[in-house]
């Protein structure tokens, strides 16, 4: 099967939030990021300019998993995305997941 090279890919990916509680401790919860692939050259240029909201808001493009306090699902929704974003806990989450996403699997020889 040969490759192909889609213009606009998206790739579901799971993030894991690293939340403070009381004591000192963390607790994880995850969720599955709907990511955008950049190209090349627009990721480099939101990297040089250092703004990490204008990364996250230009790579999630969906998400599943994310409930509200009531424990209802939330809908992917601009007002919900930018409520998450405004985390900045789920925002480093974010970036970390995608570049993980982005370094691929590691090759065993």
């Known amino acids: 099967m040969a490759f192909v090279l ?13 939340l403070a509680a009381d004591g000192g401790k963390f607790k ?3 969720f599955t990021a709907v990511f955008r692939e950049l190209g090349r050259e627009e990721f480099n240029r939101l990297l040089d300019e250092g703004k990490d909201e204008a990364l996250s808001d230009s790579i999630l493009v969906g998400w599943e998993g994310i409930s ?3 424990g209802n ?4 929704t601009k007002e919900n995305k930018e ?7 789920v925002m480093k989450a ?3 997941a995608y570049g993980s996403m982005l370094q691929g699997a ?4």
């Not at 409520?83 to 806990?89: E, K, V, W």
């Open 94 to 96: 974010l970036i970390e």
């Open 83 to 89: 409520a998450l974003l405004d985390n900045f806990t």
């Open 73 to 76: 699902d939330m809908p992917f």
């Open 6 to 18: 889609k213009k606009t890919a998206t790739i579901s990916w799971p993030v894991a939030v690293h």
């Open 68 to 70: 509200d306090e009531d």
């Open 28 to 30: 994880k919860e995850t």
């Open 106 to 109: 590691k090759v065993k020889n």
